[in-house]
Nanobody
């Protein structure tokens, strides 16, 4: 099993920045791909960003490209999501996810999920 703990969410004004962290523990050697997803009230959980184990490949949703950056520190078993130029439409619960499979934007490809952290962007 892999346990995930997210942190870094909060309330920020439009145009501001936040950095989310996701620390993994347990069978971390099973981890191959990391992803961030988000879910706004009444909406489906949607893909935000993903990164391969080596960090050499990253994918982003079009809505966050150029504003968000995913990165990882394997020595700390931690994945980060740097969010800049935040907009009110970025308001959601953000979830980190891990899988031992190939990098994917599909939420069903991820076996392990964090508990989520709320990000609220005020206008």
């Amino acid at each position: 099993q892999v346990q995930l703990v997210e942190s870094g969410g909060g309330l920020v004004q439009a145009g501001g920045s936040l950095r989310l962290s996701c620390a993994a523990s347990g069978r971390t050697f099973d981890i191959a791909t990391n992803g961030w997803f988000r879910q706004a009230p009444g909406k489906e959980r949607e893909f935000v960003a993903a990164i391969s184990w080596s960090g050499s490949r990253t994918y982003y949703a079009d809505s966050v490209k150029g504003r968000f950056t995913i990165s990882r520190d394997n020595a700390k078993n931690t994945v980060y999501l740097q969010m800049n130029s935040l907009r009110p439409e970025d308001t959601a619960v953000y979830y980190c996810a891990f899988t031992n499979g190939m990098i994917t934007t599909n939420k069903y490809g991820y076996a392990y999920w964090g508990q989520g952290t709320q990000v609220t962007v005020s206008s």
